[in-house]
């Protein structure tokens, strides 16, 4: 689960978790008080039915909710050529489609709402497709939790609970399989798991005594948060010769807390060595990161190892003989990577971290990829050794990233993945930016600050204008983003069209991979803009895998009350107002040197222009000894007009990092 659900965390992933509450759950746990859920490794997809189409819908993404989800020609697009996975999720959704008819309309209507409204969480299980984890038999698994209402209109989940269509749907659910008779998919719905209790309170207190250890090496106690952890680890961890007030804007600014001054301010604040260490802590973000919680990642992974010990799969008949062949395959991928990866050292570290974790393959017990539950509100995951294992096996199937660590002839091509990864959020901003001026910079770097995007592309249009060029507004760019969040980069669009330049992007492999989401930036002012609602259609038909969203982000007033307009720069440009020109910039930048790459530059040249002119026509009429030109002829020189450009060859460029 996960994705359009909404987020399931370990214990560590919550930064508002106190480690007193960390401590309760863990004891709820240890004492068999605390009613979970089976994780179940198959294919995630969430199901409704649509009244006034008649036809059941399903969807992977908020791109797939936003256009009424998929229905099964839709879908089998979707998925096609993907094998024995196209051929599950086919064969489950048209399962899931015939057991709703067996559903009067009035019950369609309280179970899913008018037009595909309730959204169902749920699983797709195959043998023929699986992950890590080999199942019995095909079912199709509704989840206890991660159902929601979902608006078109908005584009959001409502916070409105869905428990009595959820009930509804449990009472109907014999005759819907009834409805079935002898099709391959099952349908199920809860797959509770009751924790055991631990035989002694052994691991529990050394789950305390650790926890109680970590805390107090950075001066914490219980009521401390996770999120406070990471900043002491991370605060004790700078380079002690940075000033403590420093120390502290920096990593508000990476953990971007409430107090972030912001980049810009940050630089400030520094020398131009102390700006290259600042950068370098930056690019590191995710290293230090994964540092700063690992001591308390570890606690957490060794206790729910133990809680997980033995623990039987409700899908599976002989869960004693799928360990084996879980222990013996990861054993298999293992040897094969020694043997082959060892001129890729960044994976064989991988490797050696993934095996510290699992420890000993005695320590894989259980053919279940872990246990789900809520408490306070908040959904929680015990996944033990099932998440080093995948990983490993992951990185045995398909390598680091692009690079492979074995030939394809030892890998078993019948197992197909597909899952909801982690990617990239990468917010598209498209524009003229004929040039860019300061409300788009202050818009961007906004943009660039929220908690849900990693990264911003700025897309420039090709279109040339008389005082602009496309190249011009490039370095412009540049020389703006010297002083902008370091997750902004800004590029030449291939197409005239914005709307274009961001279908072609979405559709393009080598800026959107599998996984990552492509954010299509609508100020408040523009929610009704209509032009890009195909993008994730689009997306889904040329690359699979990358989902589309709409972020909406309020526009940065002008604290001068000033309008920006590039127009009125453009205009300014013509008529030489340096002023008015400069009062549209961010007051960052190094003004004269912007104003002199565009304005002056052209004056310079005429005037360099101009005095060639009379020197020549002064050595023509005898003022300068020498020859006027070419011994038998002349040579005409035709004035340049002050409004005509010269052309420029592109440089190419660099791309900024």
Known sequence: MGGVAGHMSHLYDNPNLSFSKMKEIMALVSEGDLEAEEKVDGQNLFLSYSLEDGKAKGA??????????????ELATKFSGRGNLEKT?????????????????????????PDANIWYNAEVMDPGSRNVINYDNKVLKIHDRGHFKFDKESGEKSDEPVDKAL???????????????????????????????????????????????????????????VGQYVYNRLYNGLDTEIPKEIRKNILSYILKLPDNIGLRELKKKLTPDEIGDLMDIINSKQILLKQAI??????VHDFSVEILKSLQSTFIADNSAEVKRIREELSSAVNDMIENGTDDPESMEILQFHLNKIKDMGNITTPMEGVVFDYGGHVYKFTGNFAPLNQILGLFKYGRKTKPLVT?????????????????????????????????????????????????????????????????????????????EPNITAKIADYRSPVQAVYEFVADPKSAADGDTVLLVKSSKDVGDTRFDRAQSYAERHNPGVNVEDIV?????????IVYSARDMRKAIADGDKDTFLSYAPPSVDQ???????????????????????????????????YAGPVGGTVKIRKRSKTQRPKVKRAKRQRRR
């Open 60 to 73: 992977r993404n908020k791109g797939n909710l936003r256009a009424g989800g998929l229905d099964a020609t």
């Open 89 to 113: 999720f086919n064969d489950g959704f048209s399962s899931f489609e015939k057991a709703v008819e067996a559903l009067s309309d009035k019950e369609k209507y309280y179970i899913f709402g």
């Open 167 to 225: 009930q509804l749907l449990d009472r109907t659910l014999s005759r819907m399989q009834s409805r079935l008779g002898e099709e391959d998919f099952a349908l199920a719905r809860s797959a509770i798991i009751q924790l055991q209790k631990l035989e002694d309170d052994t691991f529990l207190k050394q789950a305390y005594g650790r926890i109680d250890r970590a805390v107090s090496e950075v001066k914490l106690s219980d009521s401390d948060t």
């Open 294 to 299: 690992d001591p308390i990642e570890n606690i």
């Open 408 to 484: 394809s002839e030892s890998q078993n091509n019948n197992i197909q993945v597909l899952s909801e990864k982690d990617g990239k959020r990468i917010a598209l901003f498209p524009g003229k930016f004929k040039p860019p001026h300061r409300g788009h910079f202050d818009y961007v770097n906004k943009i660039a600050k929220r908690s849900d995007v990693d990264e911003v592309v700025i897309m420039i249009s090709p279109v040339d204008y008389p005082e602009v060029s496309n190249a011009q507004s490039l370095r412009i760019w540049e020389e703006y983003l010297e002083n902008g």
């Open 553 to 561: 982000e309020d526009p940065v007033q002008s604290k001068d009350g």
């Open 592 to 626: 004269e040197a912007l104003w002199n790459s565009l304005v002056p530059q052209t004056e310079r040249l005429n005037s360099l222009i101009d005095d060639t002119i009379d020197e020549m026509s002064s050595m023509a009429g005898g003022a300068v000894a020498g």
